[in-house]
């Protein structure tokens, strides 16, 4: 007597297939997203750049930001002890460059969370719950859209205290916005599919309907947003940075353009003081945008972004 053999999808648990699914996911999304150059020259930089922030204590070491003790003069041009010059103290400003590179990189990604969570929230429950709450919630939402982001971030910055978590808080409250629009209008669609009646009528709740249901589907553009988000929130840092709003015990890109700045870099014309933090902040906001580009010609083909 023969018995048939039960296949391994049928032996495994739901949450061994979920599991199974997930992979599969992400591979698909890995093997779509080799095919943009542009999306792999961007993940290339930025591993490159978190390589150099992550290992930064290793490579130029904690006490690089000291003014006490500097290694050379203050503005010296590039030389072979020094490439990139020094700074206004006689700081290596390689090594600097090297160590703001953590702050800047870590700024631009806790804003970004915080700005495309605020706005999925917002998005969210404004495209389930329907009347009064929806349309107070996008009023408002239409008030951040038309003042500019830059000084509401600014003026909250300045009353609050000089901190790194104040310049996390006035980027992620300020650009939100954006992403509460587009989830809002990905919720409405999803809400509007035939199995989301199907699940209300067998008797599943609001949070039921938003978590298992509405969220997932927009989790791709909450994905694809928050890349594109981090590109904004570093440029967004940097100038605030710039006009003296961070905190000035930390070292970062947009701290070094303020001190420079500060320094008369300008009008003496010492170039290294004010071109290398640029181009960092410039390659690492093109690096997210490509990357967030990629992503989002992956999650919606029908984009056509060119590769």
């Keep these: 007597m023969t018995t048939e053999a039960t296949p391994p999808a049928a032996k495994a648990g739901p949450r061994a297939l979920a599991r199974q699914r997930r992979r599969d996911s992400a591979v698909r999304f890995w093997k779509r997203y080799r095919t943009h150059r542009a999306g792999l020259l961007g993940l290339a930089a930025l591993a490159l750049f978190a390589l150099v922030a992550l290992t930064a204590p290793l490579t130029v070491g904690s006490d690089v930001s000291s003014v006490t003790g500097a290694p050379g003069s203050p503005m010296e041009p590039p030389s072979g002890e020094f490439p990139l010059g020094t700074d206004r103290f006689g700081r290596d400003l390689l090594g600097l460059l090297v160590w703001g590179s953590r702050v800047s990189l870590l700024v631009g990604l806790l804003a970004a969370v915080l700005s495309v969570a605020i706005g999925a929230l917002v998005g969210i429950t404004a495209g389930h719950f329907h009347g009064a709450y929806a349309t107070v919630m996008m009023r408002i939402t239409d008030w951040f859209l038309v003042m500019p982001t830059l000084v509401l971030a600014i003026a909250l910055a300045t009353v609050m205290s000089r901190s790194l978590g104040t310049i996390v808080l006035a980027i992620g409250v300020t650009s939100w916005p954006t992403t509460a629009r587009l989830v809002r209008a990905q919720t409405l669609a999803v809400e509007a599919r035939p199995y989301i009646e199907r699940a209300k009528a067998l008797g599943g709740g609001h949070w039921h309907i938003m978590s298992r249901h509405v969220l997932p589907n927009v989790m791709p553009l909450v994905l694809a947003q928050t890349t594109l988000m981090i590109s904004s929130s570093v440029l967004a840092e940097a100038t605030l940075a710039f006009l003296g709003l961070g905190d000035p015990t930390l070292v970062s890109w947009g701290g070094l353009l303020q001190d420079a700045r500060e320094a008369g870099a300008v009008s003496s014309g010492d170039w290294w003081y004010l071109v ?28 056509g972004v060119a590769r």
């Design 276 to 303: 290398p933090p640029g181009i960092a902040i410039a390659l690492v906001a093109l690096a997210f945008t490509l990357c967030g580009r990629a992503v989002e010609s992956v999650l919606n083909p029908r984009l």
